[in-house]
């Protein structure tokens, strides 16, 4: 079985939206059997929180299910995860400080961007807008991981 745990800073917003899009597209393929999904934050800001209302809504306006509570990144995911992808280069770098005797592949997500858009941008200060947009970048960049890695 393959594994990806998506990881942004705080869970709440990106990492989750990923995790629920990969599920879906899974689902689509008949390849969720073979796949674990997951999500993380490297920050603890919202443990056992559940997305952020824009992420729900904007999932849910795609229908898309999303079903998750924040977590923290730990070093077992290391383990455990064949995939860790980032958000951004910030959320990257925190995860390269966790990584010594792991075989996990640790990337970007945007690295698998058809459109060549590296970081998929924090959306919580912004608007609802903003979600949509990370939406769609998402979308295109799981497909395209699925693509490469299914």
Same mark, same amino acid.
């Given at each position: 079985m393959a594994s990806v745990l998506f990881v942004c800073l705080g869970n709440i917003c990106r990492s989750p939206m990923a995790e629920? #899009?990969?599920?879906? +597209? &899974?689902?689509? =393929?008949g390849l969720n059997n073979d796949w674990s999904v997951d999500s993380a934050g490297t920050s603890a800001w919202h443990i056992n929180e559940a997305p952020d209302p824009r992420t729900i809504a904007t999932c849910k306006q795609h229908k898309i299910p999303i079903d998750s509570r924040a977590r923290q990144v #730990?070093?077992?995911?290391? /383990? =455990? @995860? %064949?995939? #860790? &992808?980032? /958000?951004? %280069?910030?959320?990257?770098?925190?995860? =390269? =400080?966790? *990584? +010594? @005797?792991? *075989?996990?592949?640790?990337? &970007?997500?945007?690295?698998?961007d058809p459109d060549g858009e590296r970081e998929v941008g924090d959306p919580y200060y912004g608007g609802d807008d903003g979600f949509e947009k990370i939406y769609h970048h998402i979308y295109r960049s799981c497909e395209a991981f699925l693509d490469a890695e299914a």
């Open positions: 629920a #899009i990969l599920a879906e +597209q &899974l689902r689509q =393929r #730990i070093s077992k995911d290391f /383990m =455990r @995860f %064949d995939h #860790i &992808l980032a /958000m951004d %280069d910030s959320n990257l770098d925190n995860l =390269r =400080r966790f *990584k +010594q @005797f792991a *075989k996990t592949h640790v990337a &970007l997500l945007g690295d698998y």
